[in-house]
Nanobody
Framework: VQLQASGGGSVQPGGSLRLACAAS????????IGWFRQAPGKEREWVSC????????YYASSVDGRFSISRDSAKNTVYLQMNTLKPEDTAVYYC?????????????????WGQGTLVTVSS
C-alpha cells in the first residue's frame, strides 16, 4: 500500500487549496480513504473520510461545510477541497486508508499512511 499526498502550500485566510492523495498497491475501490492533520504542538486529528462502494462522506465538525472530499477511481486519487481556510487549519495533512471502512479509519488505528503535506494559512 502506497499513498502520496500533495497540494499543500501557503494561503491567506479565506482562501482555498485542494489536496490530492494518489494511491497504489491495493484495490482502490475496496478501501476507505481519509485525511488527518496535525498542527504544531497538538495531537493528530481526523478530518474527513470517504468510504468504498457508494462513497459516503464524513467530516469533522471543525471542517464540515468548508471541506469536501471526493474520489476518482480512474486516477486512484482522493481529493480534499478546502475552502474558507482559517489560521487554525494550519497543519501537516496526512492521507490514510483502511479496508475496514471509515468508522475504523477515523479512529486512526490503520497501518496505512501517506507522508504529510504542509498547509499554512496566514495573512
Amino acid at each position: 500500500v502506497q499513498l502520496q499526498a500533495s497540494g499543500g502550500g501557503s494561503v491567506q485566510p479565506g482562501g482555498s487549496l485542494r489536496l490530492a492523495c494518489a494511491a497504489s498497491g491495493f484495490t482502490f475501490d475496496d478501501y476507505a480513504i481519509g485525511w488527518f492533520r496535525q498542527a504544531p504542538g497538538k495531537e493528530r486529528e481526523w478530518v474527513s473520510c470517504i468510504s468504498f462502494g457508494h462513497g459516503k462522506t464524513y467530516y469533522a465538525s471543525s471542517v464540515d461545510g468548508r471541506f469536501s472530499i471526493s474520489r476518482d477511481s480512474a486516477k486512484n486519487t482522493v481529493y480534499l477541497q478546502m475552502n474558507t481556510l482559517k489560521p487554525e487549519d494550519t497543519a501537516v495533512y496526512y492521507c490514510a486508508t483502511d479496508p475496514r471502512g471509515c468508522i475504523v479509519l477515523r479512529s486512526g488505528t490503520t497501518d496505512y499512511w501517506g507522508q504529510g503535506t504542509l498547509v499554512t494559512v496566514s495573512s
